[in-house]
């Protein structure tokens, strides 16, 4: 059964760099049949799509934060990574990582979440 | 970028009722709209995709309807355990969206 778990630090300062991880277990970053995704929450508030990777390495990104934002992937460690940089207090949110299949952005599995708050 | 908007933002309900839940597009989005289910503390869970295909393990009496800009999900018969935030997204093209989300609450 396919896992994802997010993982990174919950505390970033302004105009640093949040980075996180997900590691996929159950399954394979590898597959040509789905995309990665990275979506997030803000407390209290709705989910925002932030982009998302195939195994190739093709990526797309929310045009409202894809000047911040990088998605990678490293399918020998199965996972994939988000960075977001210049980050401010309205980054403060829950963090999911997530999967859709490629022939419909159907988001039919994901992680847990992880918080980061926006901080100094 | 598509708005989705649903209505109402909350509502309360007691087990046993007709729950019905609607979601508005900004444009044609055809049949890409999907329904999630969402727990306090806990990630999503996909309940509907394709407007009204039910995903494989959800009960029976959530059903989702509609196409174009104009959704509804349905709970036949509420359970005590749907309660929750209950959110519809649009896959019909990036940056993919979702609405504000719904509050059900069990009398």
């Known amino acids: 059964q396919l896992q994802l778990q997010e993982s990174g630090p919950g505390l970033v300062k302004p105009s640093e760099t949040l980075s996180l991880t997900c590691t996929v277990s159950?399954?394979?970053?590898?597959?040509?049949?789905?995309?990665w995704d990275w979506i997030r929450q803000p407390p209290g508030k709705g989910l925002e799509w932030i982009g998302s990777?195939?195994?190739?390495?093709?990526?797309y990104y929310n045009p409202s934060l894809e000047s911040r934002v990088t998605i990678s992937v490293d399918t020998s460690k199965n996972q994939f990574s988000l960075k977001l940089s210049s980050v401010t207090a309205t980054d403060t949110a829950v963090y999911y990582c997530?999967?859709?299949?490629?022939?419909?952005?159907?988001?039919?599995?994901w992680g847990q979440g992880t918080m980061v708050s926006v901080s100094s | 970028d598509i708005q989705m908007t649903q209505s109402p933002s909350s509502l309360s309900a007691s087990v046993g009722d007709r729950v019905t839940i609607t979601c508005r597009a900004s444009?044609?989005?055809?049949?890409?709209l999907n329904w999630y289910q969402q727990k306090p503390g806990r990630a999503p869970k996909l309940l509907i995709y394709?407007?009204?295909s039910l995903q494989s393990g959800v009960p029976s009496r959530f059903t989702g309807s509609g196409s174009g800009t104009d959704f509804t999900l349905t709970i036949s018969s509420l359970q005590p355990d749907d309660f929750g935030t209950y959110h519809c997204?649009?896959?019909?093209?990036?940056?993919?969206?979702f609405g504000q989300g719904t509050k059900l609450e069990i009398k």
């Open positions: 394709a407007a009204s």
């Open positions: 997204q649009q896959s019909h093209s990036a940056p993919y969206t």
């Open positions: 159950g399954g394979s970053t590898s597959s040509s049949s789905f995309y």
């Open positions: 997530a999967r859709h299949p490629t022939f419909n952005t159907i988001f039919d599995i």
């Open positions: 444009q044609n989005i055809n049949s890409y």
């Open positions: 990777i195939y195994y190739s390495g093709s990526t």
